[in-house]
């Protein structure tokens, strides 16, 4: 089983809710990222974050709204969502970004949440 | 455009036989990785190969890596039926100087090993 769990496993949200996923590892890690992954398609990198502040924003909408309270916690904050957002959403962490000599350290992934929008 | 290109797209193989899946990228890299994914599930990392690497072992894993032909297989030796599953190579390419922090996967090889 994962180290990382996310939850829920399944959501399903009208596009006027509001909704948030979860992500929790306790491997220490520092760098922790959300993916998006549609049926048959690769995950698409949505954010990271590196010691709690967030790094990396690919340009995701703000209906997708993440937050990191605490170094072993990931949420995902969601509102007013379309129906092509859906898809399956994964946690993943790793050491750091850089890592040892500037190496890169595996992603741990969860299991993720299967989120549908009606 | 996706940094890493799996060929073949499907595989499908008896049990016992290897299995070989190819990934070619475009721009230079500081690694490679290799991820498998079980349907539903996430992705579980299989091994990492670094630039200045040629080849690696892991268990029945081989990765080798031609970085002047940008690309890398991944060959399963004595398959499994547990081994069916998306396997994706991935990079880390991109304009941030964090190896980890713009880590691109390619499109993926559905590997189905029959029993």
């Known amino acids: 089983d994962t180290e990382v769990t996310q939850t829920p496993k399944h959501l399903v949200m009208g596009m006027t809710n509001k909704k948030s996923l979860k992500c929790e590892q306790h491997?220490?890690?520092?760098?922790m990222y959300w993916y998006k992954q549609k049926a048959k398609k690769p995950p698409e990198l949505m954010f990271v974050?590196?010691?709690?502040?967030?790094?990396i924003n690919e340009s995701v909408p703000s209906r997708f709204s993440p937050e990191c309270p605490n170094s072993s916690l990931l949420n995902l904050h969601l509102h007013a969502l379309q129906p092509e957002d859906s898809a399956l959403y994964l946690c993943?962490?790793?050491?750091?970004?850089?890592?040892?000599?500037?190496?890169?350290?595996?992603?741990?992934f969860g299991n993720g949440t299967r989120l549908t929008v009606t | 455009s996706q940094q890493g290109e799996e060929d073949p797209q499907a595989l499908s193989i008896q049990e016992g036989e290897n299995a070989t899946m190819n990934c070619s990228y475009k721009?230079?890299?500081?690694?490679l990785q290799w991820y498998r994914q079980n349907s539903g599930r996430g992705l579980v990392h299989l091994i990492l190969?670094?630039?200045?690497?040629r080849e690696k072992h892991s268990g029945r894993l081989r990765v080798t890596l031609d970085t002047s032909k940008k690309s890398s297989s991944l060959l399963i030796t004595a398959s499994r039926a547990a081994d069916t599953a998306s396997y994706f190579c991935?990079?880390?390419?991109?304009?941030?100087?964090?190896?980890?922090?713009?880590?691109?996967f390619g499109k993926g090889i559905t590997l189905s090993v029959r029993p």
């Open positions: 993943a962490s790793s050491q750091d970004l850089f890592g040892i000599r500037r190496d890169n350290s595996p992603l741990h």
């Open positions: 491997m220490g890690h520092r760098a």
């Open positions: 974050y590196s010691y709690e502040k967030l790094s």
């Open positions: 721009t230079s890299i500081n690694n």
């Open positions: 190969i670094r630039s200045n690497e």
């Open positions: 991935a990079t880390d390419a991109g304009r941030y100087t964090g190896a980890n922090s713009k880590l691109t």
